[in-house]
């Protein structure tokens, strides 16, 4: 980035949970400015604070405490080179569509397009390198678009879950089998989401469509980019070494942070050691890191000694909350090595994925600032 | 039992957390009368309610109200046929030895006695034949006893697995792999226990000696007794097919009952679908109900059709939590069939487990009453 | 009741959160069969099992597991002689006046008519000789009714409140002011109600008109019925003494059980003292239990002497949820006497309390059965 | 303070809950240096992590990763300027007494030496003119002291509630009568404080010593220090307008944040509207921040105009603890003013009240650094 130049962003869906925590982030943002705000139509016209039932700890920030919502249409963000979307899946894919139609730069928290062959699923910690379908995508579209594009981020309980297996794999190959539970916090539901009936004093060993999210993510996120015969790009599901995945998901009474049991088997035998293990995930850096992205983690993955960590109350904010923590490392009888992963969701998990990735987009030239 | 007989019983560490536990459920039994209660040395000589801090839901019984404590020698107990033992483990292993010395009757919920060779580990619903070591048990005493033996029943994370695992290899034959992750209540750490400080807005990824007890106690319960040239029987450990067993455990804020995942390996090919696991899993029947015991549950597993099911809270009571619940039953990517099982850790997860136990040595004759 | 009689019931939103408590109560109830059940349009014709969301920790009833749901329309239900109302407050007002209109005897959970001058407020543990307005509601009917009528139970905060104070007027006389604070569970709020977000490790010290019910309802409740010179009935809202009521509400992360801290000022001087109001509360009994309501409870307010009771996770389920806790009663420094009192929101506060109120209606021959 | 100058500090009872909370603060306290730390003979030798079971979310500050921990003796502490004491009341009396007698300045949040007759009990926005006592302590020591002494700070529950008050009766004149009921969270008993099972879906009505106390306390601080005939100092409690006060304190599952209601009654005839109070509590200031104490809040009360504000998971960080929030002023129709009132008690409830206390008395000129 220019020395003193700002890009101007815009926020769509900016008064749910995902938009107040892009908002938050957005406004001490050293390269970004807010400069829109989108939300439904009976939020438009208002100024944010009446439009937005405001639920963070931190007060509204002065930036956007006089801005008014728009509606979201790409007419009232033509003035944003970028544009995050918090908006839910139930009304994402048209309006979505239609920004990157408008050759709007669009990063998306939403699942509408994360499947889409031509759309890149970005773990900014993991596969940065998938941005490279872009330009792919960009010629595809009909008509073709100079700037306009759609990068999605990862479901929040599979982006605490990559992080660590990528640090693997980049140490010790490919891995073959995958089986995780997780416990995911309440806030992965959104506002008002679960009933406190639901989840006090409970579990719930169900969330709709979880369990399929991680185990498909994940192939495309660990997965590579391959041409064909043709130079079409397309994404490979990991197929360099096929993968099986299992994850059995849970709903606790934790407000942010979720938290997995892992068990892995790797390609290479004999498998890492658990020390080895722990070494390679305290090594781990990325591309985010070194191509100076602000709001990617100093360091990565914190690897815990102590027998009970890391827990969601005590380690959800590590690197406010834009790095993941690793604990009990240790032999899985059944598989290779098991071990514990917590992610913030409601921040790597969600909005500062999508940050570090309109951060990265930025750096290697893919969004014109 | 013979019409009209009751069997006067002791409980030893009455004022915890199990024995309240041991007392609400005795004091409405059909065969067993509540006679004497022991507990520490500091609360000997007070009557109960002075004695207990009771946390139960329902008031102390009126057959207790009156009762003073002992402490827990076998000179207080010899009018007792059974002696139940809800103790702390720092203080099990003397006083049970002393009272199995006396010839008494012990049915042990404490840890200490799990791993002796000549101690049955006994899933009242499980694996009731094991009580056929307790001939070998009394003779290698010494001095050989007549009416005298310790059995113990299995932790509470255990007890909820077994069961439906017995189950499948009832139904399909013996399995190979299990890979389980728990979601232990608060209740079962005791009273004080778990600090509200460590639970409340969080999890703990891990609760001490958990995960090495389900390894190896589910193989010695799922396991047969096996006679060697010279007659000794021992506990075989699984060892017509050995099972591998990989157990991860965690701490929630939920008060009563213990939830786990669990993803299973058959030895059988191919292995049964999901739909036949349901079946086994709902015809399972055992010993416990055939041959009457009056606190064995009327259904042992009730299998769940709908999609977030069995929850803590609305599940625990099932059978008055003598049964388990199991749900969702489905394919693992990785290994064969995954589902979810929850048991009610401070029913059949402990003191329930135990009476049922010495029901069963009463129909069985084992017992003298 | 004549023996071996049994009466049809019906209720009104029986999917819904009050509506499976009556289903739960009346399914084993010695005078009440439950006949109808009646739901929104859009559960009409399903069976109940299909229609309802069910959330107690006990199954479905088998009494209802076949029975199908109808519209809530009076021609529904003319074989009831008592309908039930767990309705909705924003749809309870037309139909409960349908009902009433079509002559049937209706007793309701929701706020709608309480306000009524013609309608009875009752807390059954309080004032069941408020029915005798029901003659007057009949009569002042267009058309005059002969069977039909509404009465109203109390807010479910109200009723834990007025039962102590009825206590304490019955024995020392009037009270002049009363301060209240009330830490209300999210059971109050009925499903999904409170939101998980809002609660977990929190409070909010607001509750959208409790206060108002509080301030209002208590001087209707314990106020008389008196006759104006033309021989009408009004309340007199507390008019032989007035008294000034202050509430403060809060929901507090529990599942079930209001708990308040109250202080009271007595018009007699000097007061009584604290072991005074000690025995006047444990000598209360009201005229549900002496006139044999089988729903009443045995006991009526339990007094604990320990100091940290009553606690709404261990005094809930005192006499099923019917009767009330008191403990702390101790001197007020500047009121005269302040104590906690426990009621269980479920049951006495809400659907209980329309029951005894039916039971004594029976009993007193208001409703032809 | 002279630019650049540093005061060395030491910690009693670091290892605890206070303590971590004194370290975390004044890791990064401009004006003092974290030189010494104190503990239980058990912890002396090792170095700080070692010896504390860090609870925190945020991590062990490196100044003292490598600090070795000490028993709590004045010798060790002889180069510190200013010793705070975060250490248990049952070792607090006699450690705080050596100190002071070593001439050393003590700021405690203990409870022991709050109702000594020449101590000062501050809450730093409400009564730092309570210091001037603090010649006559050293003067009436034996032998005198020249630089020791001990300052107090309040109870955690006293203190949110004393700071709005301190601003009513510096508007509106004495109060007469108070009445509280408070809700405070479980970090005010520290760790392993509260058990789960007593507080997980439960409220305890019921916190030993409390009530005494904040009925206690309340006067002292907001009483005034008078001179009898001899020159000699007295807390006054109060005595130029005598004030009831009235406490009910319950245990609530909040991890931080102590919430009150709060209603009062003034002297002054007519008393202040709502609109007055919500003005003069917006509008209090307090030396503490004309003085230029670092960590006194830039803004003293947070006055919400929302109808369910405050609540302690959004708003206990305001001013990062170091403010209270005041919502749903409004009459009371028992008292006259009725609100609720939010402090962070791990904050200005404990080791932030000592920290300004300590800086108001080297403003003042009380501590010589």
């Known amino acids: 980035m220019e020395e003193g130049r700002r890009i101007n962003i815009g926020i769509l869906g900016a008064t749910g949970t995902v938009g107040q925590r892009f908002i938050t982030l957005l406004s001490k943002h ?189 192939l495309k996120i660990l997965g590579g980019v391959v041409d064909d015969d043709r130079g079409l790009k397309s994404f490979d599901m990991h197929a360099r070494h096929p993968l099986r995945v299992s994850a059995a998901c849970n709903r606790v009474p934790v407000i942010d942070g979720h938290t997995a049991t892992v068990s892995v088997r790797f390609a290479q035998r004999p498998p890492p050691s658990p020390q080895q293990v722990r070494e390679a995930l305290a090594a781990f850096t990325t591309d985010a890191q070194s191509l100076g992205c602000p709001s990617a983690p100093v360091h990565t993955i914190s690897v815990h000694e102590e027998p009970d960590r890391p827990q969601p109350r005590l380690d959800r904010y590590y690197q406010e909350g834009a790095g993941v923590s690793v604990g009990r490392v240790r032999q899985c009888p059944v598989l290779d090595i098991k071990f514990v992963v917590l992610a913030n969701n409601v921040s790597i998990g969600a909005a500062t994925s999508s940050i570090i990735n309109a951060e990265l987009a930025v750096v290697k030239g893919v969004v014109q600032a």
């Open 30 to 218: 050293p390269w970004f400015i807010i400069h829109k705000l989108g939300a439904s139509p009976r939020s438009a016209g208002k100024i944010y604070p009446k439009a937005a039932n405001w639920k963070q700890a931190t007060p509204i920030p002065s930036a956007v405490r006089q801005m008014v919502v728009h509606e979201c249409k790409p007419d009232n963000f033509t003035d944003c080179a970028i544009v995050f979307s918090g908006l839910d899946a139930d009304v994402a894919g048209d309006i979505e569509a239609a920004f990157r139609a408008a050759d709007i730069a669009l990063f998306s928290n939403a699942k509408n397009y994360r499947r889409d062959p031509h759309v890149p699923l970005i773990v900014p910690l993991v596969n940065p390198s998938h941005l490279s379908i872009i330009a792919q995508q960009r010629a595809l579209h009909s008509p073709p678009l100079s700037k306009g594009f759609i990068v999605t981020n990862a479901n929040c309980s599979t982006t605490g879950i990559v992080i660590p297996l990528a640090a693997l794999e980049k140490a010790f190959g490919p891995l073959e089998q995958l089986l995780v539970t997780t416990m995911q916090a309440i806030s992965g539901a959104g506002y008002p989401g679960v009933s406190s009936l639901d989840i006090l004093d409970n579990i719930v060993p169900f969330i709709s469509g979880e369990e399929e999210k991680i185990e498909w993510e994940t």
